[in-house]
């Protein structure tokens, strides 16, 4: 039914949108990038290496930039309004302008959970207490005066993931993994700190991810311990003292810390959100954008012509975004080649 | 610290605080342990304030004790507490505030399951019928009189004879505050600055010109819990957890503790004693402990009225130094007169804790 | 005074004040001790456990918790039979663990 | 025949009395010390042996079948075995024959040491006699045979696969020194007789050189400095014999008459135990024989490294090598001499300071005692089945020895049903043996209070343990594979024969070598089908890698072990490998790619 080159919306310029643009052109359509960030590229952007072969994050993004400059991108625009007509969407832009279009694809991405709200862990309260977000940002600038020289240093897991009181039940996925890598990364940068991981379960699902907890264990000397963090006070000296539970022991321990590391964990991009209600495409009710399938359609919305990739539907790792995107654009490119 | 995060967090929790007309509860045990303190309460906030606080002599305990000792079921409690409210109901109040912790997170507690459980508050309306012909209407507002106490902190400064400041070195006083678990822990929402970091206290201590320390073991409970200490055989426990969390405020080296619970500043206080007999251990400065006082007793010194009329004598550790510290006035002479300036016994002292 | 009730020690682990030198001369001869994800195998398999509680996982958790009466209770009653060599997903050499832990004194120091 | 010299003597001949002088002394002090560091008991035992008729004949056909012909060596490897015979034999003949012609001609001379060394150099031959010729003859004789070893030697070290070894130790400085002066030792005489040959007389050898040398040499200046020579290789080999493996020919001497009087090693530095290392001659054989050397690996950790090490006294290798043993014995299997790898090994561990050491006092039996008491229901008699624990973790054996023992209508009970004590061998092989004698007394305790007659076990481990340690004189202790086997014979078991079924056995080290027991398991196999061997089998059988006779190999580093006996198993290609060890069991499974099963398993199948 292709009569004339179709219009296809992409919201949010990370991997996933980047990517999906990619095989877009690739397929020989015109896709408009439109990103509310002044750049391209979105978490990924921010982070220094990537596990599990520690490769840098630029490394992977560069060259999907390049590839994808050509493309049409709006750059510090967002939507103010999505409307639905007959078989077209209609994208009211930040700037005015509008974007009409016959396919929409959802490329928002996630948000990080905002450590803040789990008080007892004093984000924001504390000067010793940092994100993971922080300390990748650290590992990139080097400037971050909470750091300094540890000789403590502490990791605590699922922030915000896996709790019901976060209103957060499902798991970040990629957390545990991460905090092993910053973990591996601090100790490499400081041999003689003490590096504790407080865990409740290690999902280690990954290729070489279980590997690389070997290596944290073995190689790194890393302590992981099976207990989740109950509250955070500072000592006089401003260090942090932590308590939790070792449960494998069964016995409360208590420990001083120069740096705390919450892993902040994986939530639904709330504009995605708005959006998807805009157009009546449904929110699961983990808070991420619903698939018309979780098996055999995870990146195809219950509308026609709105599709999803990436981390909107829930948290992915890279490859999996990737490949999510791939998808997408063959699910796009069956929508526009198969008359409805 | 970042007290700019901690700001953010107060703002988060702040409850609606009318500023008149309350009907207030007292508290089961704090007659017995510092009996002007809320005494004070009325005396401040009636004749100092002009607010208007109703109290009737037929109100009863809540029932909290009992209920967290198990030895009643909640609907016992919840019609003590409807009949409480069939009082306020009868002398024409919707404002409720409490002089104690447990009744105010007991009267929360009740209200939060009303407000789930609507055939309960059903079935306790028809029990208290049935019990003593009387019908109620719930409070518009429940507020412990710290929260009180905490709205009404500007205009005490304004009238404030002393500030919470060495007159030495006009330093502000390192005053540790304890919120009674009660207070939020159950319902972060109903207390001011929520659980983990309450401002109820802190409010009134920043107000008053002292400065609060945040010490590790800040959110640990005074010990008290009422199946520990109740119990002897679990009162060595009960100690335990004091002595945590003056090991852990220690080398903060406070000038005062200041609570909101009936039973915190008496085993903070007492428990002081007890530690220094056992390992002849002090945690105040040279020999002396450090003194807990009630809000309602921080505010009276605050407005300027004599510690002994306060009640301080009855204290374990010794106010004079931190009187001192702060330059309020007192006589030596008049600590153990009553009432009727008649000398009542005067304590033996302790053997390693100094006292006056 | 006797006040007929005692102040009771935490039964909390601090570890700022713990003494990992054994633990630590342990996983520098036997580094593997390291990768121990405290699964249980060795402790459901142990010919040992049923006369004495003896569990490889809790001597290594002792270890670094700090618990060495424990760790020297349990280690007392192993028979060296092997099993939770047999048995252990993470291939640690469980006897070798032992006797070489059997030769630390307190102090973390092999005795000669 | 007529001496030469009057006085029969020359200077040259002192370097030889030095070294002859040194060496016997040096090993008559050895000699002494090793006795003296018997135990009490073991001395008293051993010097009684050598004045029993009896020993005296057994101690002197095993000296002269191992020292001088070296049959064990024959039986593995023809070459090395005519090498070594050649040399040990031929060199004692000579030594005899030179005592021969002094006796004869000189019979006054025979009580200088040197004369029958360097008889020909002191003699001229006046006529020819037949018995000086058939003498003369016979010394060419076994010249010539030395020398063809000492060729074959020299050849061995420069290409030893040629003779059939893989892989052979490299020489220490002094062994150097002691191989190349008896390298020199044979062909120096021979040059020193034929120069002399002419005076003294020869044979074929001799002679006809003794007449080449003099078309081209004018004079007989060079025949003096030849005896020299002679004299001082000897003297330079005896010199340095002490310090090099070539003191295993002085040391097995009297390690052969100790073994015979049954000294066991107590202690691995002193008395029997510095024999046994003196014993051996570093041939290198248990280096190829070792299954830890498997893909070139832990070549130094063979036990001809531990004789070195314990020899130069490196602690910290001793105890390497000690540690890292698996004890399979095979070693010891292979050696020429017999040196006790394992045992060594094992009295090593034992010498170990321990800061914490297992105490089971606590340990109470009684319910178990009085559970499998009233299991026998007061009848004294009957099988008392003990699994031990490596058969908690292979229950396929438990369920098929106990239907077996079922089918044979066997009055049986188990001793550990739901899980027993250790039975104390594992303690034994890491050499906590007062350790150990506290879970023995346990288990006796139980067995005992069973009544049994027959203990019956599925595990080798327990079974060498429970045979050797236990003091079950009246019960008696048998490894499932012979019992079973009895069954069979007796016909108390009817197995039906599978004839396209086709089994290896692998003779577990401990039943094997451990034990003895090669052919019960063989002929319980053969009832059931086609049985085939491995490519070694028998006391040469390789371990399994999965031995608790190790302390510290890794599991990363059995791996290879355990492939390396599979391919061996699996060189008939055998359908299924059949066992008769729990451990050798689970440890074959996880690598073998086909069934691997025990023999209580496949027999249960078939019967």
Known sequence: MVNRQPVIAIIGAGIAGLEAARQLVALGYKPVLVEKAPAVGGHVAEWNRLFPDMSPAADLLDPLVAQTSGIKTLLNTEISSINRLKDEYNLVLSDGSSLLCQAVLFSTGFHLFDASKKEEYGYGIYDRVITNRDLEQWFNTRHDDRIGHPKAVGFVHCVGSRDVKAGNTQCSKVCCITAIKQAIELTEEFPDAEVYCFYMDLRLFGKKYEDYYIRAQRDYGIHFIRGRVSEVGEAIDGRVVVKAEDTLSGKPVKVTLDLLVLMAGIVCNPDAQYYAREIGVSVDDDGFLKSRDNLGAITESSRPGVFFAGACTGAKTIPETLAEARSAALAIHRYFSNPR | MIYQGKQKIWADYQKEIPNDHWFYVRSCIRQNFFPASERYFLTICRDMLGRDIFETEHHTTCGGIAYHCDTIPQETAMTIVARQFALMTEAGYDNLVTSCITSFGNYTEILETWREFPELEEKIRESLWKACRREFKKPRYVAHASDLMYKLRGEIAERAKFLLVSRATGEPLRIVEHIGCHYAKMFPHKGVGGAEYPCVLSGMVESWGGQVIDYPERRHCCGYGFRQYHVKANRGYSLSNTHKKFESMEPFHPDMIITNCPGCPYFLDRWQYVIAEMNGKTYGQNGYGIPALTYEELAGLVLGVDPWDLGLQVHQVAVEPLLDKIGIPYNPARKYLGMDEKKIMTPGLPTVLKCC | MDFGFKLSPSSAVNLDTVDLARFDKLTSLVPDALTCIGCGSCSATCTAAPWSGMSVRKVLLGLQRGRDEEVDKMLSACMLCGKCTMVCPRGINTRHLILTLCRLNQKGEVVR | ?607
């Open chain 4, 1 to 607: 025949m007529r001496e030469r010299f009057a006085d029969a003597f020359h200077p040259f001949v002192l370097p030889f009395l030095v070294g002859i002088f040194f060496v016997l002394g040096y090993c008559l002090v050895g000699m002494i010390r090793v006795i003296a560091q018997l135990p009490k008991a073991d001395r008293k035992r051993f010097l009684l042996t050598l004045i029993t008729p009896k020993y005296i004949w057994m101690n002197v056909r095993d000296i002269f079948l191992n020292c001088l012909i070296h049959v064990k060596l024959w039986k593995r490897n023809k070459v090395l075995g005519y090498m070594h015979s050649s040399i040990a034999f031929g060199w004692f003949m000579l030594i005899v024959l030179g005592h021969l012609e002094v006796m004869l001609f000189v019979p006054h001379r025979i009580r200088f040491f040197y004369y029958p060394i360097f008889f020909n150099y002191f003699v001229a031959e006046t006529e020819q006699t037949l018995p000086g010729s058939l003498l003369m003859f016979l010394m060419d004789f076994f010249l010539l045979i030395v020398l063809s070893g000492i060729t074959l030697a020299i050849i061995k070290r420069f290409a030893s696969r040629i003779v059939g070894m893989r892989r052979t130790t490299r020489l220490s400085l002094f062994d150097r020194i002691g191989l190349y002066s008896l390298w020199a030792i044979f062909p120096l005489r021979l040059l020193a007789e034929s120069f002399t040959a002419h005076i003294s007389g020869g044979s074929f050898l001799t002679i006809p050189m003794n007449w080449v040398f003099r078309q081209f040499l004018g004079n007989d200046l060079h025949e003096l400095p030849t005896w020299w020579a002679y004299s001082i290789a000897l003297c330079v080999f005896m010199c340095v014999l002490p310090f090099t493996r070539y003191m295993h020919i002085p040391a097995e001497m009297l390690l052969i008459p100790m073994r015979n009087a049954g000294i066991r090693i107590r202690h691995p530095r002193k008395g029997f135990a510095s024999l046994e290392v003196y014993s051996c001659p570093s041939c290198g054989v248990c280096i190829d024989a070792c299954p830890m050397s498997v893909r070139k690996a832990n070549c130094k950790d063979a036990t001809v490294y531990l004789n070195r090490m314990l020899r130069r006294g490196n602690e910290r290798r001793i105890e390497e090598i000690s540690d890292k043993c698996l004890l399979c014995g095979k070693c010891t299997a292979v050696c020429q001499v017999g040196v006790q790898g394992p045992e060594l090994r094992v009295a090593q561990r034992a010498r170990r300071k321990y800061a914490l050491s297992p105490d089971f006092s606590e340990i109470n039996v009684r319910p178990m005692a009085s559970a499998v008491a009233s299991g026998a229901g007061g009848k004294s008699g009957g099988v008392l089945y003990f699994a031990g624990c490596m058969t908690q973790l292979t229950p396929s054996i438990r369920r098929a020895t106990t239907s077996l023992l079922d089918k044979a209508g066997v009055r049986w009970q188990m001793m550990d049903p739901d899980g027993g004590l250790c039975c104390g061998r594992p303690l034994m092989m890491a050499g906590r043996t007062d350790q150990a004698r506290q879970l023995i007394a346990k288990n006796l305790e139980i067995i005992r209070a069973s009544g049994c007659d027959t203990l019956l076990l599925s595990c080798p481990i327990c079974y060498k343990v429970f045979r050797e340690e236990y003091a079950l004189d009246d019960v008696r202790v048998v490894h499932h594979s012979v019992f079973f086997q009895e069954l069979i014979a007796s016909g108390r078991l009817q197995m039906q024969r599978e004839d396209e079924l086709r089994l290896v056995w692998h003779d577990p080290c401990e039943l094997g070598r451990g034990c003895g027991i090669y052919e019960e398991p063989r002929q319980a196999l053969a009832a059931v089908g086609e049985l085939v061997e491995a490519g070694k089998h028998h006391a040469e059988s390789i371990c399994c890698g999965g031995s608790l006779g190790s302390l510290t190999l890794s599991y990363e580093q059995r791996q290879p072990m355990t492939q390396n006996a599979l391919d061996n198993l699996t060189l008939a290609n055998p359908g299924t490998i059949v066992t008769g060890c729990p451990l050798c069991l689970a440890t074959f499974v996880r690598a073998a790619d086909r069934p691997v099963r025990d023999l209580a398993e496949v027999l249960d199948e078939h019967c």
